[in-house]
């Protein structure tokens, strides 16, 4: 199993409060101050970490 196939399998995984803490970790750590506390940015991330956990065709987790 690839890195990305592992990381899709632990946000797949992961519980929605995760996942938020998660992107609010990113966005105070990544983003200019002005994204980093937009809520707005915060549900992209996690809406990409859903698309991203999707399973591919052919996989299962």
């Known amino acids: ?3 990305s ?3 899709a399998e632990l ?3 992961a519980s929605e409060t995760d996942k938020v ?3 609010h970790f990113l ?3 990544l983003d200019s101050d002005d994204h980093a506390h937009d809520s ?3 549900r992209e ?3 990409a ?3 991203f956990a999707a399973p591919k065709q052919g996989e299962q987790f």
């Open 49 to 51: 970490f859903d698309r």
């Open 21 to 23: 803490e998660f992107a």
């Open 5 to 7: 196939n592992k990381i």
């Open 27 to 29: 966005a105070n750590n």
């Open 11 to 13: 946000l797949a995984r």
């Open 45 to 47: 991330y996690v809406a």
């Open 40 to 42: 707005a940015r915060v």
């Open 1 to 3: 199993m690839s890195y």
